[in-house]
C-alpha cells in the first residue's frame, strides 16, 4: 500500500508544480525530432535516387550527413526523455522491455556528461565533413575558408575540453559526495 501524497503549503505547491511549464517544450522538441525525420528520409531519398551520378567521396558526404542528422536526434531523444524524467514527471518505465539503459540512472550530472559527448560526436562529423572537402578551399564557389576550418577545429577542441572538465567536474563531486556519505556513517 502506497503512501499519501503530503499536502503542500499553496506556495510550494505553485513554485513545484512550475515544473509542467517545462512540458510544451518537450513536445516541441518531439515535433522538431519529426523534422529531423523528415530532413532523412529527403536525404535518403537523394542519395538513392542520385546514386549513380555521385562520387565515392560525395557518397561518403551525404552519408555523414546522414550520421549527422541521426546523432542529432540521439541528442534530442537524451534531452525529450533525460530531460523530462529529471525535470518534470517520472516516465515509470521500469521493467518495460524498451526502457533505455541509460534511463535507470540519469540524473543531471549523467545528463549533462552524455549531451557533451553526443555534441562532441555531432562536432566530430561536421569537422571531418570540412576536413574532406578541404581539398576545396580556394576554390569558388565553395563556403571554406583557412579561417573557416581553423576555427571550426578550435571550437570542437573547445567541445572536448568542456566535456572532460564536466565529467572531472562530475566526478570530483561524487567523489566528496562518497566521502562525505562515508563520515556520515
Same mark, same amino acid.
Given at each position: 500500500?502506497?503512501?499519501?501524497?503530503?499536502?503542500?503549503?499553496?506556495?510550494?505547491?505553485?513554485?513545484?508544480? %512550475?515544473?509542467?511549464?517545462?512540458?510544451?517544450?518537450?513536445?516541441?522538441?518531439?515535433?522538431?525530432?519529426?523534422?529531423? =525525420?523528415?530532413?532523412?528520409? *529527403?536525404?535518403?531519398?537523394?542519395? &538513392?535516387?542520385?546514386?549513380?551520378?555521385?562520387?565515392?567521396?560525395? =557518397? !561518403?558526404? @551525404?552519408?555523414?550527413?546522414? $550520421?549527422?542528422?541521426? !546523432? $542529432?536526434?540521439?541528442?534530442?531523444?537524451?534531452? &525529450?526523455?533525460?530531460?523530462?524524467?529529471?525535470?518534470?514527471?517520472?516516465?515509470?518505465?521500469?521493467?518495460?522491455?524498451?526502457?533505455?539503459?541509460?534511463? @535507470?540512472?540519469?540524473?543531471? @550530472?549523467?545528463? *549533462?556528461?552524455?549531451?557533451? !559527448?553526443? $555534441?562532441?560526436?555531432?562536432? @566530430?562529423?561536421?569537422?571531418? *565533413?570540412?576536413? &574532406?572537402?578541404?581539398?576545396?578551399?580556394?576554390?569558388?564557389?565553395?563556403?571554406?575558408? =583557412?579561417?573557416? =576550418?581553423?576555427?571550426?577545429?578550435? $571550437?570542437?577542441?573547445?567541445? &572536448?575540453? %568542456?566535456?572532460?572538465?564536466?565529467?572531472?567536474?562530475?566526478?570530483?563531486?561524487? !567523489?566528496? %559526495?562518497? *566521502?562525505?556519505?562515508?563520515?556520515?556513517?
Amino acid at each position: 500500500m502506497s503512501q499519501p501524497t503530503p499536502r503542500l503549503n499553496p506556495l510550494p505547491a505553485l513554485i513545484f508544480s %512550475s515544473r509542467w511549464l517545462q512540458l510544451p517544450l518537450y513536445l516541441g522538441l518531439i515535433a522538431a525530432q519529426g523534422v529531423y =525525420v523528415f530532413l532523412f528520409l *529527403k536525404e535518403l531519398w537523394h542519395l &538513392i535516387h542520385d546514386v549513380a551520378g555521385l562520387t565515392e567521396q560525395k =557518397v !561518403m558526404l @551525404s552519408v555523414l550527413g546522414l $550520421i549527422d542528422v541521426v !546523432m $542529432i536526434s540521439n541528442l534530442l531523444v537524451m534531452v &525529450i526523455v533525460g530531460g523530462y524524467e529529471t525535470f518534470v514527471s517520472r516516465l515509470r518505465l521500469e521493467g518495460h522491455p524498451d526502457q533505455p539503459e541509460w534511463l @535507470s540512472h540519469v540524473n543531471a @550530472s549523467v545528463l *549533462k556528461v552524455k549531451l557533451a !559527448m553526443a $555534441i562532441i560526436g555531432i562536432s @566530430s562529423i561536421h569537422l571531418l *565533413k570540412t576536413f &574532406i572537402e578541404a581539398g576545396q578551399l580556394g576554390v569558388d564557389g565553395t563556403n571554406y575558408t =583557412v579561417q573557416g =576550418v581553423m576555427w571550426q577545429t578550435i $571550437i570542437h577542441c573547445v567541445f &572536448i575540453l %568542456s566535456a572532460i572538465g564536466i565529467a572531472w567536474t562530475d566526478r570530483i563531486m561524487a !567523489m566528496t %559526495s562518497g *566521502k562525505r556519505e562515508q563520515l556520515a556513517h
